[in-house]
């Protein structure tokens, strides 16, 4: 199996990413409205539960995938000068990644335990 991207899974990716995407969102407004958090233990409660927990990592999973695939598109259609292209992509590859280790943090942290 390889690794390199074709376009048919980067497609699929990006709408199976997008969908869940949707699907998250649309449960997270409307879990908002109906029930909304009193207070912000209730809050912390509700984002460290379990399913909510993973359904959040998830997200953040699908939106990092769906935005490299999005953007590392758009660059190799327009980006022609071939190292200026690996450099974008290296540079959007550790923006990305670092986007990745902060949500991690966020999600594992627990009320402020970290700074």
């Known amino acids: 199996m390889s690794w390199q991207m074709t376009g048919l899974k980067a497609w699929l990716l990006q709408r199976v990413s997008a969908v869940y995407m949707a699907v998250f969102l649309a449960y997270f407004l409307v879990s908002l409205v109906v029930a909304p958090p009193r207070d912000y233990g209730e809050w912390q409660a509700w984002m460290h539960a379990g399913p909510m927990a ?25 980006i022609k000068p071939f190292a200026l292209r690996v450099t974008l992509l290296i540079v959007l590859a550790l923006g990305l990644l670092v986007m990745a280790l902060w949500a991690i943090r966020i999600l594992l942290t627990a009320g402020g335990a970290a700074a």
């Open 54 to 78: 993973l359904a959040s990592a998830v997200f953040f999973i699908a939106l990092l995938a769906h935005a490299w695939v999005g953007i590392r598109d758009v660059m190799l259609d327009y």
